[in-house]
């Protein structure tokens, strides 16, 4: 099968230019023409599917600023139609999408569970190499389209699967199964979802917990009471009265932090009593923390000190080895050791990210009992130490600790920052600081399968979040009406592009 056509691509100082596709799939291999030159060749199963829609989110907009190389079609929260059959297409191209005899360790792994959302030879739509669905037709990996059956299911609530499916993995990954007040800060379109997950949760789960959601405006407010927050708090555009509300300090036993911006983390500290959960991916720093981003696509965790640390969803909490600082205490380093773990001391951030592109260290930590061949903890004393940890160099973007694991801070009583108010205040009220990045379409779909107090499908409430919608080829001007630059019928919550296909010419 070949289909040309014409896309619009984003180009590096966030504008479009159009460019020709010609894309042929045929027996287990995919290449992909771009202005009559061969782009990609792709070997696997492919489908070459017709895109119905593409919502556009804050992702697509941050795009210009992610380290991968532009230009590109953009776009990944796709429906798309296969031989008359709507499907929604899980974002990473991994070892998992083509069942590969020669899966990497994270599509492969059997001790916790397989994370191809971290395979290291994954490319992802619309932001790593594989071009997005913000185009009339879009190469998916056979095995990554998720069938959409229920006709009852609209194609506005279908598209929302993929953000929602992180909401819903954010709530399973967090601390809030066992919270009795949760809240969700800067409830917009990921947060609003996250206020859907969560009353989901309660009700499919029977909890007993109450919702809150930190909104800007009435609008956001009613969306938020409409998807189960029990209460609503609408506060300035800054802020400012969340941290100047004393009775609001400490009152939540989970507090996600949905802003998108690196005050977001500051105020849920201040409002947290246990745990933040990170999901703002603005690649911005943070009091000092260079590569919080870095930290969520990777899913790590920030916590105290606690060798038992185990993901929330997952199965193995052996934790064998830990990376320690050479500021560590050497009390606490012999602390561990008691525990029967390998310690690491002898090793810099440097040595270790060498040792770890020789392939030696990746495979002795596999061979004593890490699930992933990365240390499973690492301890540190300064949020210098966690930012080298997360990026031990600028030539690639692998950490030095596992996926899904975490990093133990310490309070370094001797050290005296500009920010050393922040990590006082996490060692203080021993606050955790856990992340997530992409879920699983399966799970997510299944709940939004599920049927309300009405009898409607609770997918069906997502429908409330779109407010714009443009086609296609209006593509650059809807970008420009999420980013604010033009006003078009008020301030947009969700915008859905049709993606009709675009007339054959340049």
């Not at 180009?11 to 894309?23: C, L, S």
């Not at 929602?164 to 379109?189: I, M, T, Y």
């Not at 929330?312 to 600082?325: A, D, I, L, M, Q």
């Not at 606490?332 to 270790?352: I, W």
Request: aromatic share 6%.
């Amino acid at each position: 099968m070949t289909e040309t056509f014409i896309a619009h691509e984003l180009q590096a100082d966030g504008t479009f230019q159009t460019a020709e596709f010609r894309v042929s799939v045929s027996d287990n291999q995919a290449v992909v023409e771009r202005n009559g030159v061969e782009q990609q060749r792709l070997s696997g199963s492919y489908k070459l599917c017709r895109v119905l829609q593409c919502g556009l989110c804050c992702t697509d907009l941050a795009r210009p600023f992610l380290p991968y190389a532009l230009p590109q079609c953009v776009g990944h929260e796709a429906l798309v139609e296969c031989e008359g059959t709507r499907f929604c297409v899980e974002i990473n191209d991994s070892c998992e999408s083509h069942d590969s005899p020669n899966r990497c360790v994270f599509c492969l792994n059997t001790a916790d569970s397989p994370l191809p959302t971290q395979c290291p030879h994954r490319i992802t739509m619309g932001i790593n190499t594989w071009h997005g669905a913000m185009a009339p037709w879009l190469l998916c990996p056979t095995r990554n389209l998720v069938r959409v059956i229920d006709a009852n299911l609209s194609n506005d609530a279908a598209t929302m699967l993929e953000p929602f499916a992180a909401a819903l993995h954010g709530v399973d990954c967090s601390g809030s199964a066992n919270a009795e007040k949760v809240a969700v800060l800067g409830a917009g379109r990921l947060g609003l979802m996250t206020v859907l997950a969560l009353n989901a949760r309660r009700t499919i789960n029977k909890r007993v917990q109450i919702i809150s959601a930190i909104v800007r405006d009435d609008r956001h407010a009613q969306i938020a009471r409409d998807f189960g927050a029990d209460n609503v708090i609408i506060v300035a555009k800054d802020n400012t009265a969340l941290l100047e509300d004393a009775s609001l300090n400490s009152k939540f036993d989970v507090v996600f932090d949905t802003t998108g911006t690196p005050d977001g983390l500051r105020h849920a500290l201040t409002l947290a009593k246990r745990e933040i959960h990170l999901k703002s991916t603005h690649g911005q720093p943070v009091f000092g923390l260079r590569h919080l981003t870095e930290m969520v696509v990777a899913e790590l965790a920030l916590v105290p000190l606690d060798f038992e640390f185990s993901w929330t969803t997952g199965k193995n909490k052996n934790n064998k080895n830990v990376f320690c600082s050479s500021t560590v205490p050497v009390s606490v380093t012999r602390a561990v050791e008691a525990t029967g773990r390998f310690v690491h001391t002898q090793l810099s951030v440097h040595a270790a990210d060498a040792a770890f592109q020789t392939g030696a260290l990746e495979q002795k930590l596999l061979a004593t009992g890490s699930p992933f061949p990365r240390f499973d903890l690492a301890i540190v004393t300064s949020l210098s130490e966690i930012d080298a940890l997360i990026q031990p160099s600028p030539k690639h973007d692998r950490s030095l600790i596992r996926p899904r694991g975490a990093i133990l801070l310490l309070q370094n009583e001797t050290e005296s920052t500009s920010h050393d108010t922040h990590s006082r205040l996490l060692v203080s009220k021993k606050i955790k600081i856990s992340t997530s990045r992409c879920g699983d379409f399966h799970n997510a779909l299944e709940v939004m399968m599920q049927k309300d107090s009405e009898g409607k499908l609770l997918g069906t409430r997502l429908e409330k979040l779109v407010t714009h919608r443009y086609l296609l080829k209006d593509l650059p001007h809807a970008f420009d009406v999420a980013k604010g630059t033009v006003n078009e019928r008020g301030r947009p919550v969700k915008i859905i592009i049709d993606c009709h296909e675009m007339p054959l010419n340049k």
